[in-house]
């Protein structure tokens, strides 16, 4: 059994699901599981792994090689579904955004504590 596999089978058994009930609602066939989970291969194709990976909330990398990202690149999922195309310039503007509306709401919280 590969470490993905291991990982996927963590992840379905932590949403109360087995694998086949997860191939089922991804639309990945059972048989691409069966290769991983024998270790005839050690990975999935992209697809699969990207349809896996947001079913569950994780990335892609974190199914390969079981290493957590960095928050930075967390948000980046969250925000963007996904790493790919965002520039360090498009999550800095978001990044100023948040923090715009941030002052913005503590500015309405001290005008309300004055009344």
């Known amino acids: 059994m590969t470490e993905m596999y291991k990982r996927i089978k963590e992840l379905c058994e932590e949403n109360h699901m087995t694998v086949s009930q997860m191939c089922k609602e991804l639309s990945i066939t059972r048989s691409c599981l069966s290769e991983l989970s024998k270790g005839r291969t050690e990975r999935l194709s992209a697809e699969n792994s990207t349809k896996i990976a947001n079913r569950f909330g994780v990335s892609v990398q974190y199914l390969i090689s079981g290493r957590e990202e960095d928050f930075d690149t967390k948000l980046k999922y969250a925000l ?25 709401e503590e500015a309405k919280r001290r005008k309300a504590g004055e009344k």
Not at 82 to 104: I, S
Request: charged residues 30%; without cysteine; aromatic residues 12%.
């Open 80 to 104: 963007f579904n996904g790493t790919l195309g965002v520039t360090d310039e498009m999550f800095d503007e978001v990044k100023q955004y948040a923090e715009m509306v941030m002052l913005r």
